[in-house]
Nanobody, 115 residues
């Protein structure tokens, strides 16, 4: 079983930067592909970025491509989301998601982008 805990969310100004972290428990973390999703009230959870278990493949939604960078450190059981040039529409609760032979969600961390 994998438990995920996101951190790093806060209020930030338009154009600012923020790095989210996702700490994972469990010795099998390195076998899971990891994603970041986000959700605003009243809307469906939206895919943001993904990274394969060995970091060889990364994917981004069109809305964040060129601004966000996903990375992971399997030795530390960590996944990161570096967010630059933040926009008001990036405001959401951000979740990390582990998936392989099973899937797990974290509890989320709030990111608010304001002027």
């Amino acid at each position: 079983q994998v438990q995920l805990a996101e951190s790093g969310g806060r209020e930030v100004q338009i154009g600012g930067s923020l790095t989210l972290s996702c700490a994972a428990s469990g010795s099998t973390f390195g076998t899971f592909d990891m994603d970041w999703f986000r959700q605003v009230p009243g809307k469906e959870r939206e895919f943001v970025a993904a990274i394969s278990w060995n970091s060889e493949k990364v994917y981004y939604s069109d809305s964040v491509k060129g601004r966000f960078t996903i990375s992971r450190d399997n030795a530390k059981n960590m996944v990161y989301l570096q967010m630059n040039s933040l926009k008001p529409e990036d405001t959401a609760v951000y979740y990390c998601f582990a998936h392989a032979y099973a899937f797990y969600w974290g509890q989320g961390t709030q990111v608010t982008v304001s002027s």
